[in-house]
C-alpha cells in the first residue's frame, strides 16, 4: 500500500491480486459530490486536479482483496459527498480511516497536521461564537428583570438636565460678577490703553531718529559719500580713458574682422576666374569640371 501525497490533497493507493471487475492499480479517495458517495478511484497519479508530491508506502494488510473491497463498500456508505468538509472531513481523513480499517496503521502526523489545525481553529470560532450568543441572551435576560436599560436612560436623562442647569447657573453668575466687577469694561480698556501706548512708542522711536540724524548728520553724510564715490569713478575714467579705449578696441575688432572677409572674397573670386580660364577641355582632361562650369 501506498500513501500519495499531494499539494492540495492525499490519496491511497493500493495494489490488487486478481481484484474482480477492476484494473490492477487503482487509486482511492474522498471528495464533495452533490449526491451518492464521495468515495472514487482514478489511475495512479491520474487525478489532473492535483500535483502530486511524493509516495509514502505505509505497508502491507493481511486482507484478501475481497476482505478490502468490503471495506470499500462499507467506507463508500459511510463517507457521502454532501458530508464533505475541507477542515474535519476531507481526502486526508478518509485515507486515515482507510488506512487504519486495512491494518496497516495511521498515516503521518504531518499529514493530517494542516487539516487538524484547520478543524482546531473552526471549532473554538463555533465555541466563541456560543459563547458570545449566550453572554448575549443572558444579558437580555438580567436586562428584563432589573430594568438595566430603562434605568440607564432614565440616569442619562437626569445627568443631561443637570448639566443644562449647571451652565445656565454658571452664566447668570458670570452676568453677576461681570456687572459687579467689570470685566468686559476692563478688558476693552486695556486693549485700547495697551494701543495708545504702542502709538505712542512708534512715535517716540521716528522722533529720536529725527533727532540723531539732525545731530549726525546721517542722511547727509550718506549722500555726500555717494558723490565722492562718483566723482573717483569718473577722475579714473578721464585718466585711463576707459570708455575710449573700450570703443576704439571694439571698433577696430570690427573692421579687422571686415577686412578678413573682403579678403576671403577676393581670393574665391580669383580662383574661379582662373578655373574658368582653363577652358573646358582642359577640365575635362583631367576627369572633368566637378563644378560643371562652362
Not at 428584563?144 to 443631561?160: D, F, P, T
Amino acid at each position: 500500500f501506498l500513501l500519495r501525497t499531494r499539494a492540495t490533497c492525499n490519496h491511497l493507493q493500493y495494489m490488487t491480486c486478481g481484484f474482480p471487475v477492476q484494473a490492477e492499480h487503482e487509486e482511492w479517495t474522498y471528495g464533495y459530490t452533490a449526491q451518492g458517495s464521495g468515495v472514487f478511484c482514478c489511475e495512479p497519479k491520474g487525478c489532473t486536479a492535483h500535483i502530486y508530491r511524493e509516495s509514502i508506502v505505509m505497508g502491507e494488510t493481511k486482507l484478501n482483496p475481497k476482505e478490502v473491497s468490503d471495506v470499500l463498500a462499507i467506507l463508500m456508505a459511510e463517507w457521502k459527498g454532501t458530508d464533505y468538509n475541507l477542515l474535519t472531513k476531507n481526502c486526508v481523513i478518509f485515507c486515515d480511516a482507510f488506512c487504519q480499517k486495512i491494518g496497516v496503521g495511521s498515516v503521518p502526523s504531518w499529514v493530517k497536521n494542516l487539516a487538524g489545525a484547520g478543524a482546531t481553529l473552526e471549532k473554538g470560532a463555533k465555541q466563541a461564537q456560543a459563547t458570545a450568543i449566550l453572554a448575549a441572551a443572558k444579558a437580555g435576560e438580567i436586562d428584563e428583570k432589573y430594568q438595566i436599560s430603562s434605568k440607564a436612560s432614565e440616569a442619562a436623562s437626569v445627568a443631561a438636565t443637570q448639566a443644562t442647569l449647571l451652565a445656565a447657573q454658571a452664566s447668570a453668575k458670570y452676568t453677576e460678577l461681570d456687572k459687579q466687577y467689570k470685566f468686559k469694561e476692563t478688558a476693552i480698556d486695556a486693549a485700547e490703553k495697551t494701543h495708545a501706548k504702542a502709538t505712542l512708542l512708534a512715535m517716540q522711536a521716528c522722533t529720536k531718529a529725527s533727532e540723531l540724524d539732525q545731530q549726525y548728520k546721517i542722511q547727509e553724510t550718506a549722500l555726500l559719500k555717494a558723490n565722492e564715490a562718483w566723482s573717483a569713478i569718473k577722475d579714473f575714467d578721464e585718466k585711463y580713458k576707459v570708455q575710449e579705449n573700450v570703443s576704439a578696441a571694439f571698433f577696430a575688432g570690427v573692421a579687422k574682422a571686415g577686412e578678413g572677409l573682403a579678403m576671403a572674397k577676393d581670393a574665391v573670386q580669383q580662383k574661379l576666374s582662373e578655373h574658368r580660364a582653363e577652358g573646358p577641355d582642359a577640365a575635362q582632361g583631367k576627369g572633368g569640371c566637378p563644378c560643371q562650369c562652362q
